[in-house]
């Protein structure tokens, strides 16, 4: 590996890759609405809880607020045209389920809809928020995760990623790409590394 | 798209995809060291900021919190194994940046060291720590993004993806991935159904 030249880019919000993924409410007219969120991250395994980045003025801030509540749906690249439908309008507005034939299904667990069509959703309470000046990053405590049977790995205990194809998400180029081939073991493939630096 | 029969696979902490990447710190003793992490998400533009999920018990923990800064840097699939090692053991007993061959190079932005060899570069001073039981969710402001020139876009302001060529993480496989093809354009291949939906 060679010592590249650096840009600097100044102060940016992005890294690589980001998820695309969908984030499902009931306002307080109980109407279902959903925003494509790319800036989210996993938290933390006790509780099972996840981050979403929403901005103040969207619809979904103050519904994820008043509900407590909201389910990540995980939708596959063949739904990308809804994905990126769901990103250009404003559920004040428009009833972005009804524009995409999506069905909402209300969840068990917590006060939010999830998109049945979706291969992956995970329903989650809200948990904590943290004030930023451009947006609010909302901690959820995820209380379920539910699977479409088709896209279980043979353990049938998580989702095959290649059966969900998920999609990925691009700040630099606003463009949305698939996952690639399989590369190698995590816990595995740095093995020869480690042999090595100890002997 | 049909209506799937869904598997309740109970409170999960995952999503698909996750990243890849390598956060840096110096410990009390100025030692530069690394870890894995795929629980990380931005977190917003004002401040630029993004979001990453250490365990206490990591030498990486006690580290951002005494030095105030870490960087998060974008390693390349081709250094898979460099960064699977790194996730294998910890920064207490082995010096990963030797055992990797990587260069590190000390911030003039923060107080933290990043990897010469990765592609992407983000130097963040530690904004706000949220503790969970698990983990602490860090909150870091982007101080600087640097991108090796030979991995810039067309543009010269953003990494170019496809050049870069970061890892995906999947949890449920425990497996590196590519990133896949481009797939469409955003704010852009949802126009015909936004169109339609107001005809």
Redesign the interface.
């Known amino acids: ?1 060679s ?17 695309v ?1 969908l984030l499902c409410t009931y306002d307080a007219e109980d109407r279902p609405n959903v925003m494509t969120v ?16 929403v901005r103040p003025g969207r619809w979904t801030h103050q519904a994820v607020l008043l509900r407590k509540a909201f389910t ?1 749906c ?1 939708p596959s ?13 404003s559920g004040r507005r ?1 009833d972005k389920f ?4 999506f ?1 909402p299904v209300k969840s068990r667990l917590v006060d939010a809809p999830y998109i ?2 979706c ?4 329903e989650c309470a809200f948990l ?1 928020a ?1 004030g ?4 609010t ?1 909302i ?1 959820g ?13 043979p353990t ?6 290649t059966r ?1 194809s ?29 042999d ?3 002997a």
Chains 1, 2 share one sequence.
Request: overall charge negative.
């Open positions: 590996m010592l590249a030249l650096k840009k600097s880019l100044g102060a940016r919000s992005l890294f690589l890759p980001e998820p993924l790319a800036w989210a991250g996993v938290c933390g395994n006790e509780p099972p809880s996840l981050q979403v980045s990540v995980v690249a063949a739904m990308l045209e809804a994905v990126d439908y769901i990103g250009l309008v428009d009804k524009a995409c034939g069905t049945a069509e291969p992956v959703i995970m904590e943290v930023l000046k451009s947006h990053v901690l405590e995820v209380r379920d995760m539910k699977v479409d049977e088709s896209c279980l790995d049938g205990n998580f989702p095959d990623i969900v998920p999609l990925v998400y691009d700040d630099g180029s606003v463009s949305y790409f698939g996952v690639g081939p399989f590369l190698g073991k995590a816990f595995s493939a740095g093995r020869a590394i480690r090595g630096s100890r």
